[in-house]
T-cell receptor, first 111, second 112 residues
Framework: ETGVTQTPRHLVMGMTNKKSLKCEQHLGHNAMYWYKQSAKKPLELMFVYNFKEQTENNSVPSRFSPECPNSSHLFLHLHTLQPEDSALYLC??????????FGPGTRLTVL | GENVEQHPSTLSVQEGDSAVIKCTYSDSASNYFPWYKQELGKRPQLIIDIRSNVGEKKDQRIAVTLNKTAKHFSLHITETQPEDSAVYFCAASNNAGNMLTFGGGTRLMVKP
């Protein structure tokens, strides 16, 4: 349960704020991911990093900016978000294309 | 790109009965199919997965079957228990990358 951690667990922000979500994995994995989980919609892959290099950007708006300084840490920088961006943001990690392990998520509310 | 459809969206069974959740996928190159269970307020957790070189995999009360020709795969839970109540997600990906495409989820309710 503590292999992938995320902070903060809950975040409320206004549309003009800038905030960052943090993810850390302690599993020795080399790939990390950001997903968005909205009510009544499938989990949506946002970004994929392999060995710190971004390999996928699933048509995500530029108001979401990922950063991966090393294989253990992943950030999602948020600015000028919209209310429809309110969702659960999940981080995951894996060893290559093996099983992805999820973090507990950050529940984001944009006012 | 890949498209994964999952049915039913909700499923209610009596404790002890079996539950079956079905998924179809569109990309014939997909070769990895995991199933995740997400309890209320918790993270998705892998419960079973299957690769395209096998047609069936079983782990205690949980089994997954894969029909590559028809491009569908199913999750079977036997002797359901109240703690099986959760949302179950199927997903598909191919070895070209780490991209998992998820189905819309099935809310399973097991009545005691």
């Amino acid at each position: 349960e503590t292999g992938v951690t995320q902070t903060p667990r809950h975040l409320v922000m206004g549309m003009t704020n800038k905030k960052s979500l943090k993810c850390e994995q302690h599993l020795g994995h080399n790939a990390m991911y950001w997903y968005k989980q909205s009510a009544k919609k499938p989990l949506e892959l946002m970004f994929v990093y392999n060995f710190k290099e971004q390999t996928e950007n699933n048509s995500v708006p530029s108001r979401f900016s990922p950063e991966c300084p090393n294989s253990s840490h992943l950030f999602l920088h948020l600015h000028t978000l919209q209310p429809e961006d309110s969702a659960l943001y999940l981080c995951a990690s894996s060893h290559g294309t093996d099983t992805q392990y999820f973090g507990p998520g950050t529940r984001l509310t944009v006012l | 790109g890949e498209n994964v459809e999952q049915h039913p969206s909700t499923l209610s069974v009596q404790e002890g009965d079996s539950a079956v959740i079905k998924c179809t996928y569109s990309d014939s190159a997909s070769n990895y199919f995991p199933w995740y269970k997400q309890e209320l307020g918790k993270r998705p957790q892998l419960i079973i997965d299957i690769r395209s070189n096998v047609g069936e995999k079983k782990d205690q009360r949980i089994a997954v079957t894969l029909n590559k020709t028809a491009k569908h795969f199913s999750l079977h839970i036997t002797e359901t228990q109240p703690e099986d109540s959760a949302v179950y997600f199927c997903a598909a990906s191919n070895n070209a990358g780490n991209m998992l495409t998820f189905g819309g989820g099935t809310r399973l309710m097991v009545k005691p």
